[in-house]
């Protein structure tokens, strides 16, 4: 295989690599929706082990923690790697209208998904309308 090295793409690759990972984590992207009486959150991290995944609640924030282990190894020629590693943190702000004390928490296929039940209290409920039997007056 014949490669032709560019000096000054690997310059700009170091540099952007530089910027970008001192001092800011990685980011985790995240889906969240409602599914009937619960709110799911979807978050991506692909290439994460299960154990490092690290979820936390404290009063009205969960803190989602997670690390993927760098590629670069000692017996590796690295080549190429545009995935970013190392740890990746993340909080969501769960409303009074979410249950906190039962969400339930499920990894499959690099997907983290976090289903949190509505709370009771904020589920819609029907008033009765109640009426008399007799014609209402009106004074004038």
């Known amino acids: 295989m014949l490669m032709r090295t560019d000096p000054f793409r690997e310059l700009d690759r170091l ?6 990972m001192t001092g800011t984590q990685a980011t985790m992207p995240m889906a969240a ?3 009937g009486e ?3 959150v979807e978050v991506d991290l692909p290439g994460v082990d299960a154990g490092s995944i690290d979820l936390e609640i404290e009063r009205d924030v969960l803190t989602v923690k997670a690390e993927r282990k760098s590629l670069a190894v000692a017996e590796r020629d690295l080549v190429l790697n545009e995935r970013q590693s190392g740890a990746f943190s993340r909080q969501l702000f769960l409303g009074e209208s979410l249950d906190k004390d039962r969400i339930s928490a499920g990894y499959a296929d690099g997907v983290l998904t976090l289903r949190i039940p509505v709370a009771e209290k904020a589920k819609p409920r029907k008033v009765e309308v109640t009426g008399s039997s007799s014609p209402r007056q009106i004074e004038a």
């Open 38 to 40: 619960h709110f799911v």
């Open 15 to 20: 540099t952007q690599r530089m910027f970008t």
């Open 33 to 35: 929706y409602r599914d």
